[in-house]
């Protein structure tokens, strides 16, 4: 199997399961018109960020890492109606293009934009949240752990992104800071009391890498 294959079938899957939507496009072509990379989560991963809020009726919802605000809104919608959601930024140039998004979408008023790294702005939040995405700086992954379960209550969900890089989280002498912090903050889950949890590999557009999902148990 190919890359190529791999984003043929997503094309297939996105065509038939994620429904074309106007305000989404237009997130995108706002982000790439002011420069921003490319490396949102996918149509489908934003379609299963938006079905998780809903399977779990969130009406808090915590994001670390905004960029453009793609996965922020797909969150915002799957929110439950009188719910808000915190989103958490350091480029200010990202923040910008994120917030005018939110307009677009409708949604200024629900999200909150905090902008600076999260390690400074997450002791300063109010929990608890029902569903908190991680999908920034994966060096400090390790130290966001102990801040967002500090944040949760039992049946909060956590999904954090980014998790195989091509696989290279396997390799225990890996360089990389990145993955390092990926290595400890997975077996700092694995080992933690409060947590339950899960990882899925995906191919497709964004070609290998993976997820994982926990929850909160007490
Ligand atoms: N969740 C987005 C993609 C986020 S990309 C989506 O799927 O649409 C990662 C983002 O995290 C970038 O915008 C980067 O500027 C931001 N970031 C990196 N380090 C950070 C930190 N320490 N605190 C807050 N944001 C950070
Ligand atoms: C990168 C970051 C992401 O959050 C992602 O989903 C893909 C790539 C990156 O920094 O390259
Ligand atoms: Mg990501």
């Not at 065509?15 to 305000?23: C, G, R, T, W």
């Not at 008023?109 to 929990?127: H, S, Y």
């Not at 209550?153 to 992104?161: C, H, K, M, P, S």
């Not at 590999?201 to 070609?207: A, D």
Request: proline fraction near 6%.
């Amino acid at each position: 199997m190919s890359r190529d294959q791999w984003a043929a079938v997503d094309d297939y899957f996105i065509e038939h399961l994620v429904p074309a939507d106007e305000i989404l496009d237009a997130t995108l072509a706002a982000s790439a018109a002011a420069g921003l990379p490319d490396i949102q989560v996918s149509p489908p991963q934003g379609r299963l960020l938006r079905l998780l809020a809903e399977i779990r009726g969130a009406r808090s919802i915590l994001e670390i890492g905004t960029l453009g605000g793609y996965s922020t809104i797909c969150l915002a919608r799957g929110m439950a109606k009188d719910g808000s959601l915190t989103t958490l930024e350091i480029d200010p140039k990202h923040a910008d293009v994120a917030r005018a998004n939110f307009a677009l979408a409708g949604l200024a008023d629900v999200i909150d934009l905090r902008l600076g790294p999260a390690l400074d702005t997450l002791p300063e939040l109010d929990g608890p949240f029902d569903l908190i995405f991680i999908d920034a700086d994966r060096p400090s992954y390790p130290q966001f752990l102990p801040l967002v379960l500090s944040l949760s209550r039992a049946g909060t969900v956590i999904v954090a992104d980014n998790v195989v890089r091509k696989g290279a989280v396997v390799d225990p002498n890996t360089p990389d800071a990145g993955v390092r912090g990926v290595r400890q903050f997975i077996e700092d889950v694995s080992r933690h009391p409060r947590l339950d949890a899960t990882l899925m590999q995906t191919v497709g557009v964004k070609g290998y890498d993976g997820f994982t999902l926990a929850r909160v148990i007490s």
